[in-house]
């Protein structure tokens, strides 16, 4: 079955650039749409983005200034970018697969907790 | 930020029927399929209901969902301790952004 995982840095510094990218193993990234989901401690599930396997994206307002994601079709991967991080930006972030777009996330990646720090 | 409501907390005892509302609007809930998420502590979310009433493969039926209008419904009949988890709704807006409800911590009496 279809396994997503989450990689990159766990600590990232104020005002720099949030990477992390999601390997999906035991099936293909095409005809899917891919999803970036967050939760800060102690609080709920926010809706980052996705972007669908013809590349076309749709992110958070709040966030569309500073996200972009991306596909790499030939690794299997997509990737989320956060630029401008501050501490608001800690959370465990989790990627998905969405089918056809209407928050129907299955399945979920394990989760990443990024921590904004100096 | 987020525009779908939830009760913050519900409970019952084990065999009981637990109900969690979702409030949103015309353009996200009242247009789009609703659907529910399980969270457990330190795990990733399970999809439990999706498009409004339909149960992914393994997913026991004593969970429905039902949708009215601008609000959505998540029911759990026969309530196990196993179920004490948080639960959230999630549904597109027509803002062109998903959005998630507040969440419902389920605690077994």
């Known amino acids: 079955q279809v396994q997503l995982q989450e990689s990159g840095p766990g600590l990232v510094k104020p005002s720099e650039t949030l990477s992390l990218t999601c390997s999906v193993s035991g099936g293909s990234i095409n005809n899917y749409y891919w999803g970036w989901i967050r939760q800060p401690p102690g609080k709920g599930l926010e809706w980052i983005g996705y972007?669908?396997?013809?590349?076309?994206?749709y992110y958070n307002p709040s966030l569309k200034s500073r996200v972009t994601m991306s596909l790499d079709k030939s690794k299997n991967q997509f990737s989320l970018k956060l630029a401008s991080v501050t501490a608001a930006d800690t959370a465990v972030y989790y990627c998905?697969?969405?089918?056809?777009?209407?928050?129907?996330?299955?399945?979920w990646g394990q989760g990443t907790l990024v921590t904004v720090s100096s | 930020q987020s525009v779908l409501t939830q009760p913050p907390s519900a409970s019952g005892t084990p065999g009981q029927r637990v109900t969690i509302s979702c409030s949103g609007s015309s353009s996200n809930i009242g247009s789009n399929p609703v659907n529910w998420y399980q969270h457990l502590p330190g795990t990733a979310p399970k999809l439990l209901i999706y498009?409004?009433?339909q149960r992914p493969s393994g997913v026991p039926d004593r969970f429905s969902g039902s949708k009215s209008g601008t609000s959505a419904s998540l029911a759990i009949s026969g309530l196990r301790s196993e179920d004490e988890a948080d639960y959230y709704c999630a549904a597109w807006d027509d803002s062109l952004m998903g959005v998630f409800g507040t969440g419902t911590k389920v605690t077994v009496l």
């Open positions: 498009s409004n009433n």
């Open positions: 972007i669908s396997y013809t590349a076309s994206s």
């Open positions: 998905a697969r969405d089918h056809g777009g209407w928050l129907q996330f299955d399945p």
